[in-house]
């Protein structure tokens, strides 16, 4: 059934939903923000299967999701993700106008490059590496950013509570500044290390069968996917519970996400995990050079 699911699928329904958002130059339509919806979650579910058959496939040979085909795809699936959530969040926003073509963009450069050639299994090491590296270090940067601001609203509430005169030594931002700051470091440290943990899972797809394959039971992947879990929590709770966008509330889960990552961290420094560094007993010394 997955094997029927076409790259024409998924490009149909976000064609579709793009022409939806086109009409808003046009008139009114009150049923116009459920059938752009529902093209859109039709086009991103056909668009997931046909993602996963792809793996499935990909799994047979040992190099899942390794391809600028695959690589395409993917960039054009997280970009309908984003285009959702942003549709469901402001509805009257047109960002379809913008973000579909890009979509649509990435889905036409992937057909192109269909029968391109898989890439060879330490390419596609390498470069399921880099970006898993590169994704989860700019998860570190945002929740440690989150971090400060949170702990610089929580001073500043403080502040304000007491009544305490403005230190103009220490000059805080507005606490409505430092509330968004939170709240898109929230949304942002969730995408990114959940966007990095996926590429950790392929590359650990791509090495099960060579050399360092990392345990599914490793201490570091279990507290990462616990971390995950609580972001992804944290983030909804945010979204839904609307006392929750306001106040210290956001300053409290910025801050404890951070705790969250400072565990995981720990235990890669001291070497719980096989994640972390090793020194190389085994390396054979560096071949010398001919006379």
Not at 48 to 61: E, P, S, V
Not at 177 to 193: C, F, P, T, V, Y
Request: hydrophobic share 55%; aromatic share 12%; proline share 5%.
């Amino acid at each position: 059934m997955l094997s029927g699911i076409t790259i024409v699928c998924f490009t149909a329904s976000y064609a579709v939903a793009l022409a939806m958002e086109v009409t808003r130059l046009f008139f009114r339509m009150p049923v116009r923000f459920f059938l752009i919806l529902g093209f859109t979650i039709a086009g991103l579910f056909a668009h997931t299967l046909h993602l996963w058959h792809r793996t499935q496939a990909g799994l047979a040979t040992g190099l899942p999701l390794s391809s600028w085909y695959d690589w395409s795809l993917l960039a054009a699936w997280i970009l309908s993700l984003l285009y959702l959530g942003w549709a469901i969040r402001r509805p009257n926003s047109p960002i379809g106008l913008f973000m579909l073509p890009l979509v649509l963009a990435l889905i036409g450069l992937a057909y192109s490059l269909e029968k391109a050639q898989t890439f060879r299994r330490d390419q596609a090491l390498q470069l399921w590496g880099l970006a898993h590296g590169v994704l989860l270090m700019l998860g570190v940067v945002v929740v440690s950013f989150g971090f400060v601001a949170g702990v610089m609203y929580l001073v500043q509430s403080y502040r304000l509570k007491h009544k305490m005169q403005p230190s103009t030594l220490l000059r805080l931002p507005s606490l409505e500044w430092l509330q968004e700051a939170n709240k898109h470091m929230l949304l942002h440290s969730l995408l990114l290390i959940l966007l990095g943990m996926g590429a950790g899972i392929v590359m650990n797809l791509i090495r099960t069968a060579g050399k360092g394959f990392v345990p599914w039971t490793d201490p570091v992947v279990i507290s990462s996917g616990v971390l995950v879990a609580w972001l992804l929590a944290a983030t909804i709770f945010e979204w839904t519970y609307k006392p929750a966008q306001q106040g210290r509330k956001v300053a409290y889960l910025t801050v404890a996400n951070f705790a969250f990552l400072a565990i995981v961290l720990i235990m890669l420094a001291t070497g719980a995990s096989e994640h972390a560094p090793k020194k190389d007993a085994e390396a054979e010394p560096p071949a010398r050079a001919p006379q």
